[in-house]
């Protein structure tokens, strides 16, 4: 049995998760991160993404926005997100309209923090999507 440790998810709109956990994988700047017990103590990014975490020797993903994920020196891991969910709980519909919507926004003239929240709103429509199995549902 691999070695567990706590593991805690949260979101705006409450804890998404907390307890044992073998193993997680962040998606970061540079890629994927994976945790374990005994990592070192770290603070990094989280970027919109994929969540993957093993408990009870089973995987469970996580559609994330972007975020920080902290090691403490007790090993314990927090991630701290805009939001996070199951991909079984995203409404395609509402993805793809914000898709759709953050596309017609980058499209028109704006300001550099407008084009950054328009783009940000656009990866996680993609994410949701992604996640939620409509791959081809969405076209760039």
């Known amino acids: 049995m691999a070695s567990l ?3 805690t998810v949260i979101a705006c709109d409450g804890v998404f998760y907390d307890g044992p956990c073998e ?3 962040v998606p970061g700047v540079g890629g994927e991160v994976g945790i374990l017990n005994h990592h070192e ?3 990094g990014i989280v970027e919109v993404g994929e969540i993957r975490f ?3 020797n089973e995987w ?3 559609i994330v926005s972007d975020g920080l994920v902290t090691v403490e020196p007790d090993g314990s891991v927090r991630i701290v997100a ?3 969910e199951r991909p079984e709980d995203i409404d395609t519909y509402r993805a793809q309209e914000a898709l759709e919507r953050a596309q017609e926004q980058l499209q028109q003239k704006q300001s550099r923090i407008d084009y950054m929240i328009s783009t940000n709103n656009m990866a ?3 994410a949701r999507l992604k996640g939620a199995g409509a791959k081809n549902m969405y076209k760039i």
Do not use: E, L
């Open 54 to 56: 093993k408990v009870d």
């Open 41 to 43: 103590p770290m603070t």
């Open 82 to 84: 805009y939001s996070c």
């Open 5 to 7: 440790f706590n593991f």
């Open 23 to 25: 193993m997680v994988i």
């Open 60 to 62: 469970r993903r996580a």
């Open 124 to 126: 996680r429509a993609m």
